[in-house]
């Protein structure tokens, strides 16, 4: 029973609650930190919500009636009628109507997220058997993100989400993601940004976000991509741009790129 009543409370409380990770009994969108994920969840409550209702509530009730208006001992000499044209036509025209409706909104928001703005900073995720990769093009960094084992987690960070190595970010700033993969079909996923895109070997999808709210937002590969998939998790830092510049400083440092380090000491060296 309370099972039950914690259900119904989240249904109505969902969107409230703050989460940038997932809660438990959590039935609703984590909420948003993009202006993308606002307009997914406006979407979804202002519009997709209200249609699924009511149709269900007039199939219970065409349901309901047919039960009763047409049970057996009502209708001793059944009806042999086979067709109406007044109703096949309405079935046919309501659904295409409905369709119509939901597609507008729907392909401005699709359109919207393919097209991708200026971008302030690019970041390239690589997904590979089972952790993520990642590459700040513009500024020689290359690290790997590998989920904190549960024994070696320190407080407030959240069990299979956590990382040593976040993508850091600067806030209100377009950030650019080149997405692919080294072996099989991961997906790069934050639900807080409305993010979800496919990683597929020897290909590079694009997306983008700009995180309005300063924090650290959790996501998860969302393709199933064998034995560990439900241990490559991916988090993000979001940080003002003083914070950031700071973190530039340290990482080109710490994850310098091999390769373009040894051409400059061979530079130096002649």
Not at 217 to 237: D, N, R
Request: glycine letters at 2%; one cysteine or more; charged letters at 20%.
């Amino acid at each position: 029973m309370k099972k039950i009543f914690l259900i119904i409370f989240n249904i109505f409380v969902a969107n409230l609650a703050y989460a940038n990770q997932p809660t438990d009994w959590q039935l609703g969108f984590q909420k948003a930190a993009s202006e993308s994920m606002r307009e997914i969840v406006a979407f979804h409550n202002n519009l997709l919500l209200p249609i699924i209702i009511a149709i269900s509530v007039f199939v219970l009730f065409l349901m309901l009636y047919a039960c009763v208006r047409f049970r057996a001992s009502a209708n001793p000499n059944p009806s042999k009628r086979t067709h109406n044209v007044a109703v096949e036509v309405l079935w046919t025209l309501i659904p295409c109507f409905i369709l119509i409706v939901i597609a507008v909104p729907s392909f401005k928001i699709l359109y919207k997220q393919d097209t991708i703005p200026k971008a302030d900073l690019t970041i390239k995720a690589i997904g590979y058997q089972w952790y993520w990769g990642y590459e700040y093009p513009d500024e020689n960094i290359v690290f790997d993100s590998y989920m904190i084992e549960e024994k070696d987690l320190k407080a407030n960070q959240p069990r299979l989400l956590a990382v040593d190595n976040e993508v850091v970010v600067p806030v209100n700033k377009v950030v650019k993601v080149l997405i692919t993969a080294n072996d099989v079909l991961h997906a790069w996923a934050l639900p807080s940004f409305g993010v979800k895109r496919d990683a597929v070997p020897g290909r590079i999808n694009e997306t983008w976000f700009k995180a309005e709210k300063e924090g650290t937002y959790y996501g998860q590969c969302s393709e199933l991509c064998g034995i560990k998939h439900a241990f490559m998790p991916i988090t993000v830092k979001v940080v003002s741009e003083e914070e950031y510049e700071n973190w530039l400083l340290e990482a080109r440092e710490k994850f310098a790129k091999e390769e373009i380090i040894n051409d400059k000491l061979k530079i130096a060296s002649k």
